[in-house]
C-alpha cells in the first residue's frame, strides 16, 4: 500500500506542474506492474489464489477514475454545483471525456495545474481510493485485477472486464466514484465562488 501511494502521489505531483504525471511513473511502474499482472494472470488460469494487487489496472480504474487524480468527481461536481457561467460550462464539456478517462479538458481547462485550491483535492481524492480498495482486495471484497481493459471504458464497466468478470469491482468503482465527488465538492465551491466574483467585475 505504501508504494501505491507514492506512485499515485508522483503522478499527480507531476500534473499538477503540467507534467504528464503518468508517462513519467508509467516508464518506472510498467516493467513491475506487467510482472504482477502475469503473475495474477497465471494463477487465475491455473484456479490458483490471485497473489498481486498493485498491477497497473488497479490503478486505472480504482484510483485515477476519469484520469489522473480521480478528476471524474470534478467534472461531475462541477456540472452539478457549479453556479458560475465557466464552472458550469467546463463541468459539462469535460463531463462526456471524463467518463472515459480523458482530463485533459479538466487539467489545462480549471486548470488543475498550478492551481492551489484544485491541486489538494487532486492529491487527496487517489490516496482515499486507493486505500479503500486495497483493503477491500485485501479482504477478499473484490476480485484481484487479472487482465488489462482498454483504458477509454466508462469506470464501472472497465473496472468488471478488468477483474475479470467481478460485478462487486463495479460497485467498488462507482463508490470511488461517489467519494471523489465528496472529496471535491468543497474544493469546487471554494473554486466557483472566485469564478462567479471574476463573473461579476
Not at 85 to 95: E, F, I, S, V
Amino acid at each position: 500500500l505504501p508504494s501505491v501511494w507514492i506512485l499515485a502521489i508522483l503522478q499527480d505531483f507531476f500534473w499538477s506542474f503540467g507534467i504528464h504525471g503518468a508517462s513519467v511513473v508509467g516508464s518506472i511502474a510498467r516493467p513491475v506492474w506487467l510482472i504482477l499482472l502475469e503473475q495474477n494472470s497465471a494463477a487465475a488460469a491455473a484456479g490458483a489464489p490471485l497473489t498481486a494487487i498493485a498491477a497497473e489496472p488497479f490503478f486505472q480504474w480504482f484510483i485515477w477514475i476519469g484520469g489522473s487524480g480521480c478528476t471524474i468527481g470534478l467534472v461531475i461536481a462541477l456540472a452539478i454545483f457549479a453556479k458560475s457561467t465557466y464552472g458550469k460550462q467546463l463541468g459539462r464539456t469535460a463531463l462526456v471525456p471524463g467518463i472515459f478517462n480523458i482530463n485533459e479538458p479538466i487539467i489545462f481547462g480549471a486548470p488543475i495545474v498550478l492551481n492551489p485550491t484544485l491541486i489538494i483535492p487532486f492529491i487527496i481524492t487517489p490516496l482515499v481510493t486507493a486505500t479503500l480498495s486495497w483493503f477491500a482486495m485485501s479482504l477478499g471484497l473484490v476480485s484481484r485485477v487479472v487482465v488489462t481493459a482498454p483504458w477509454t471504458l466508462p469506470g464501472p464497466i472497465g473496472a468488471f472486464v478488468a477483474t475479470g468478470g467481478d460485478w462487486r469491482a463495479s460497485v467498488l468503482n462507482i463508490i470511488c466514484i461517489v467519494i471523489s465527488v465528496i472529496i471535491y465538492y468543497p474544493f469546487v465551491k471554494i473554486f466557483d465562488k472566485k469564478l462567479s466574483l471574476e463573473e461579476q467585475g
